[in-house]
């Protein structure tokens, strides 16, 4: 999956703060990528659970119209359902892509 395992140690660890801080991560504002989050997902929840994650996470994508698809892993106790996820995703592309 990833160069090396220095590379996915980093990788990893950087997810997991702002996954522990915000109980979501996405494809834009991790060092996984899109492919990669989509591709794996099983493996990276499992790698999160190792690492001490506890919360519940399941896999969520959703396609706007700028920047595109985006997809997301989230606690479940954090979002209740996909419209809160939906709803954050939509605050990160507004604030990420607002000069453009």
Known sequence: MFSSKE????????AF???DRFGIILDENTLFGKHTLAKYSDEIIQKFYSMGYEGELELFGYYFNYPGEIIAIYDTEYFKNFDEVK????????????NE
């Open 7 to 14: 590379s996915e140690n980093k990788i990893f660890n950087h």
């Open 87 to 98: 709803h954050y995703m939509t605050d990160y592309i507004k604030e990420e892509y607002k």
């Open 17 to 19: 703060q702002i996954l």
